[in-house]
């Protein structure tokens, strides 16, 4: 009975101690700018679906701006990391940690791409119409032209004298 107590006690540890991603970086104990080797240690008591440290794990790097988003198994956080010059790398049982320092997370690898690589908004400015002065004698023709669409509209003049009208206002 006390071997039953005890692996009882040691399971209830081991669970009890297993944290999720987000209860590490919500507890003060992961920081900007902190190395991904301080970050790794953080998560040595983390659940092991939970770790982006552990082959199981997937990262995505960067290598024209040296940005590097890492995550565990259960793609519940995406971490990312900025200045990484050798990003993470795993083989069937371990991994090389890489480099970098930590800068934030997010719930999606889509928001943790776009957070590195925001897309700018372009906004069309209306261009100013220049503004049109018109000389007494533009006026006069854009009076006379004006009159002359009235009288066709009205059937007082048919369309072929309103086209020889229309030549001579214009020349």
Same mark, same amino acid.
């Given at each position: 009975? =006390? +071997?039953? !107590? ?30 991904? &080797?301080?970050?790794?240690? !953080? ?15 997937? =990262?995505?790097? =960067? ?19 900025? =200045? ?24 999606? +690898? ?33 009076? &006379? ?27």
């Amino acid at each position: 009975m =006390n +071997l039953f !107590k005890s692996l009882l006690i040691i399971l209830f540890l081991f669970l009890y101690a297993c944290q999720t991603g987000s209860q590490i970086v919500s507890s003060n104990n992961v920081h900007k700018g902190m190395s991904k &080797q301080e970050f790794r240690n !953080k998560f040595l008591i983390s659940s092991i679906k939970e770790d982006p440290f552990i082959p199981a794990s997937g =990262n995505k790097y =960067n290598y024209s701006n040296k940005t590097e988003i890492i995550w565990g198994e259960s793609k519940s956080l995406f971490y990312v990391f900025r =200045n990484v010059n050798t990003p993470k790398k795993c083989g069937d049982w371990t991994c090389s940690n890489g480099d970098g320092y930590y800068d934030s997370y997010f719930y999606s +690898l889509k928001a943790a791409e776009d957070y590195l690589n925001p897309k700018k908004v372009i906004t069309k400015q209306k261009k100013k119409k220049p503004l049109l002065v018109k000389t007494s004698s533009e006026t006069d023709i854009v009076e &006379q032209l004006e009159k002359l669409i009235k009288e066709l509209k009205d059937g007082r003049i048919s369309e072929e004298e309103f086209n020889l009208k229309k030549k001579k206002i214009i020349k």
